[in-house]
């Protein structure tokens, strides 16, 4: 199916902030980094500081770069498609975790499908998971809802449509913002949400100030964590 002669895409995981050790990426991982020097970024300073954090012997300028982000066009995407094509193997990686997660590269993933390029996912960390596994909410079934309305009154109603949704579903709502609008989305699921839902916090996640808490919506509105600017998942289920 696949053909031996082009090249392979890698999925890789990056950390999940600049103050994450990179100790979470498994040495599987970092030796196949360091192996290529053909990679997408969403960001190149991200990715290259990235890259300069698994191995500082790496040579940045022998590196060739392209950049995938919300605003590639398909064109460009058929650029980075043909370079596989013509057999070199190449990374992706995001700005933070995992690739295609809540981030733009699916699109990359979804032509290398069409054209039968291998593509690989490298194991790594991923903060919907991690905050999933320590939340004790319902692991069985899940929704990850991505970014809330910015609006407020508009983010308030979808809050109260996904509570309805756990409630029917039994199902845990997750999602992420923006760390700076954090503080908003944290009030407003205190002001919208039942006293009785769960809520679970998990802040950055495999740092050393990394925070974990999970509890009545009663107890959020007594007890405000300290979340500002601090990149946050979100997670609640009706009980």
């Not at 995981?13 to 053909?38: F, G, H, R």
């Not at 979804?110 to 291998?118: A, E, M, P, V």
Request: hydrophobic letters at 35%.
């Amino acid at each position: 199916m696949y053909k031996s002669s082009f090249g392979k895409l890698y999925l890789i995981p990056n950390t999940l902030s600049v103050n994450s050790c990179t100790d979470v990426i498994p040495e599987v991982t970092k030796k196949i980094i360091k192996s290529l020097n053909c990679f997408v970024f969403e960001n190149e300073k991200f990715g290259r500081l990235y890259i300069k954090k698994i191995s500082s012997k790496i040579c940045q300028k022998n590196l060739t770069v392209h950049i995938l982000n919300k605003n590639s066009t398909e064109n460009e995407i058929q650029n980075i498609i043909e370079i596989l094509l013509n057999g070199n193997d190449m990374g992706l990686i995001t700005d933070s975790g995992c690739p295609a997660i809540a981030d733009p590269g699916s699109r990359l993933i979804y032509f290398s499908h069409k054209k039968n390029i291998k593509v690989i996912p490298l194991v790594g960390p991923s903060s919907i998971l991690l905050a999933s596994m320590s939340s004790g909410l319902n692991g069985q079934s899940f929704s990850f809802n991505g970014y809330l309305p910015i609006e407020k009154s508009r983010r308030k109603s979808k809050i109260k449509f996904y509570e309805r949704q756990s409630s029917k579903n039994n199902q845990t709502q997750i999602f992420i913002e923006t760390p700076y609008r954090n503080e908003s989305l944290f009030d407003d699921m205190c002001e919208t949400l039942e006293d009785s839902t769960l809520l679970s916090i998990a802040t950055n996640l495999t740092c050393d100030s990394e925070f974990i808490k999970t509890d009545r919506i009663s107890f959020w509105k007594k007890n405000k964590p300290s979340i500002n600017r601090k990149p946050t998942i979100f997670s609640f289920l009706r009980i």
